[in-house]
């Protein structure tokens, strides 16, 4: 499953940034997330709690940051295990200012699902995965304005 998308915040890359490399920040702007816990500068456990449809399950695994080119892009690796199944995923995400105050985010990633999520299939699980980049999304622009 390919997940790509854009999207505009108001506030200067640097600013973006910042809060994406903050894993404070990191977990209150990602939805789902319960605990995200620095094991290295790369590296965090995380646990989540994601409903897909019907079915909802707590992931517990392993998040890692690489290829890092401040404030312009960087790659998320993540290993995420749970009951209904198992997610792996590489995301990309480039930070382009558009202006002094704006960044267009932009993000483009390969997920490889296995158990009950691969047997859902995209039908449900491309609708979620769409929301929860919305709403993490949203709630980075709110984190940006508070700041």
Not at 11 to 27: E, G, H, R, S
Not at 68 to 90: C, D, M, Y
Request: aromatic letters at 6%.
């Amino acid at each position: 499953m390919t997940l790509n998308g854009t999207y505009t915040v108001n506030a200067p890359a640097q600013t973006v940034w910042n809060m994406l490399m903050d894993p404070d920040t990191l977990a209150r702007v990602t939805p789902g997330i319960t605990s995200l816990e620095r094991i290295d500068a790369d590296n965090f456990k995380a646990v989540a709690e994601v409903k897909f449809g019907p079915v909802g399950g707590a992931f517990s695994g392993n998040l890692k940051i690489s290829d890092r080119k401040e404030p312009e892009h960087f790659t998320l690796e993540i290993q995420q295990n749970s009951k209904i199944g198992n997610a792996n995923a590489v995301v990309h995400l480039n930070m382009k200012a558009l202006s002094a105050s704006q960044t267009e985010v932009s993000f483009e990633g390969d997920v490889k699902l296995s158990g009950m999520l691969a047997t859902m299939g995209g039908r449900v699980v491309t609708p979620v995965a769409n929301l929860l980049s919305k709403q993490f999304f949203e709630a980075l622009e709110k984190e940006v304005a508070a700041a």
